[in-house]
């Protein structure tokens, strides 16, 4: 555990930079939770996650703005999610600017959707930051909350250790038991079938 420890506090920062460039909301609900254990500060883990959802976003914005729709034909991966964040942009507007972070499957392409949609530059960063904050502050306060949880799992972990053993021999145990009755018990009934 100590181990762990020392490899949260040396290189939780960088992981909820990385986890904030992309789809990574349980980096950084880990990382709230090791806060709340102590281990990081929640006030870093907030800017570290804001400044790369930011950098993120704005620079899938610029890529998009520059390379237009036609990017989503080199990446045809791509293709089902972007029809998707162009029909929600253009029924939502304002508010799917403020919100693709926070859709499951879209995020990555949203940014991109919006640049290749030709949404002015001046509009999409103010919203940009308007929606990273949101995104920052329910990451990282719900991450912290959960710490709680956290920390009555770590206080037990022991306990619930012991019994996870248990019950996992257990059920290894029964298994084999209930399959060695299935072999003997088709063994016995396949010369009534002949």
């Given at each position: 555990m100590e181990q762990f420890t020392q490899w949260v506090q040396n290189w939780g920062y960088g992981a909820v930079f990385l986890g904030s460039l992309v789809e990574g909301e349980s980096v950084i609900l880990i990382a709230s939770s090791m806060a709340y254990l102590g281990h990081l500060s929640i006030y870093k883990i907030m800017i570290v996650a804001f400044t790369g959802t930011v950098i993120a976003d704005q620079a899938l914005f610029l890529l998009g703005r520059h390379y237009g729709p036609g990017i989503f034909d080199r990446f045809p991966k791509f293709k089902k999610p972007a029809n998707r964040a162009f029909a929600l942009l253009h029924r939502f507007d304002v508010w799917f600017i403020i919100g693709c972070r926070f859709v499951y499957g879209i995020r990555v392409t949203s940014?991109?959707?919006?640049?290749?949609?030709?949404?002015?530059?001046?509009?999409?960063?103010?919203?940009?930051?308007?929606?990273?904050?949101?995104?920052?502050?329910?990451?990282?306060?719900?991450?912290?909350?959960?710490?709680?949880?956290?920390?009555?799992?770590?206080?037990?972990?022991?306990?619930?250790?012991?019994?996870?053993?248990?019950?996992?021999?257990?059920?290894?145990?029964?298994?084999?038991?209930?399959?060695?009755?299935?072999?003997?018990?088709?063994?016995k009934r396949q010369p009534d079938q002949g």
């Open positions: 940014a991109i959707v919006i640049g290749a949609a030709q949404i002015p530059l001046w509009r999409f960063i103010p919203l940009n930051i308007l929606s990273a904050v949101i995104w920052t502050l329910v990451s990282c306060i719900g991450g912290y909350m959960l710490g709680d949880v956290m920390k009555e799992i770590l206080d037990h972990f022991s306990l619930i250790q012991k019994y996870f053993f248990k019950a996992l021999g257990l059920i290894v145990v029964v298994a084999m038991a209930g399959w060695f009755a299935w072999r003997w018990w088709r063994s």
